[in-house]
């Protein structure tokens, strides 16, 4: 289900760079088993010997592979938007953020974190998603989500609008069973339904619960904000057990006692992170789709994700970045800086 193009370029860098690439059509000769044990693990290229303009448009420049086998962590995009209820275009967020992570490179010296010196990571494509039909977008995602996930990688995905998350919700399900949630959004994304529709990106949390697919007592909303149809807009949320943490109550301070908070209550079992790009501010993140003012800064929004270390974190996303609302590219460049910052927090990742 993932729809990949490989092309000579990519195997070029790779060797060009002494980027190892993968199984697959990258690097038929390097078997799973060979990658997880004793060959060079993948690493982006430096710009002092690949220029930042030279390659196929892969995440930080990564080996592009068709099968997630023998990988521990892959990026993977989602173009769908086809869940909008506002402006659309979040089906070019990841080719955008893809564009946007030539600038990442290898360490992150804030944290210690030494991801591809710990980890077999590459880039997986895209998810061959339908934009004429959103119940069968959703059965694709979920089918390639559950090979993924079978593989014994775990998912970093480039969205696409926040439907995404509940088909991914589906196939982490079914191997790890009700998950933890450490949801980042403007939005609680947990109506029922709209136009008579209950399948749209303001409803996946709602449907996740229908379905049993989150520890309700584990989820945590982190950013909520905006004007609502009611005065008691959390009812439903705060009911299932949902801690709902609005925007106002993390101004103008650190979110480093909220974490530790946060870290106790997941504890060790299962925990999924969705981050919508529209829980930061739009003076940092104009590119989306339903922007609200008086969001949360970046860098309280590096405070939530490397709050997440030590947790077991099994799959993470970024949503709702529409390239076209922001033509500097810095909501793209923010988006791919906050996965990146992801892959530090999973439980593998070595630190300094």
């Not at 995440?59 to 990988?71: D, H, I, K, T």
């Not at 977008?137 to 993924?148: D, F, P, Q, T, V």
């Amino acid at each position: 289900m993932l729809w990949l193009l490989v092309s000579s370029c990519a195997r070029g860098l790779g060797a060009s760079a002494c980027v190892r690439p993968v199984t697959g059509a990258c690097h038929p000769a390097l078997t799973p088993s060979r990658l997880a044990s004793d060959a060079p693990r993948n690493q982006p290229p430096s710009s002092e010997v690949v220029a930042r303009s030279v390659g196929v448009c892969s995440m930080m420049r990564l080996p592009v592979q068709a099968s997630p086998e023998g990988l521990d962590a892959a990026f993977i995009g989602v173009p769908l938007d086809i869940g909008t209820s506002n402006r659309p275009g979040a089906r070019f967020g990841p080719r955008r953020i893809r564009e946007e992570s030539v600038l990442l490179r290898a360490a992150n010296p804030s944290t210690g974190a030494l991801p591809f010196q710990s980890l077999a990571v590459a880039d997986l494509g895209d998810v061959h998603v339908n934009l004429y039909n959103l119940q069968d977008s959703c059965r694709r995602i979920r089918e390639a989500y559950g090979k993924i996930i079978a593989a014994g990688c775990v998912p970093l995905t480039l969205g696409g609008d926040h439907t995404i998350t509940y088909p991914i919700l589906q196939a982490m399900a079914e191997k790890h069973g009700p998950v933890g949630l450490l949801h980042v959004d403007a939005h609680t994304d947990t109506a029922d339904k709209a136009l008579g529709e209950k399948l749209y990106h303001g409803t996946p949390f709602r449907r996740c619960v229908d379905e049993g697919l989150l520890d309700c007592k584990r989820v945590v909303q982190i950013g909520i904000r905006g004007s609502s149809m009611t005065l008691d807009p959390y009812r439903y949320n705060r009911s299932q057990g949902f801690r709902v943490v609005l925007a106002e109550d993390c101004w103008l301070k650190s979110l480093v006692p909220l974490m530790a908070e946060v870290r106790q209550q997941m504890g060790g079992k299962p925990l999924y992170i969705s981050f919508d790009i529209d829980a930061l501010d739009p003076a940092y993140a104009p590119g989306t789709g339903t922007p609200e003012i008086a969001g949360l800064t970046p860098s309280q929004a590096l405070e939530i994700i490397r709050g997440c270390q030590g947790l077991n974190v099994v799959g993470c996303d970024l949503v709702e970045v529409s390239p076209q609302y922001d033509l500097s590219g810095n909501t793209a460049l923010l988006a791919a800086n906050l996965l990146f910052e992801m892959l530090c927090a999973l439980p593998k990742v070595m630190r300094a």
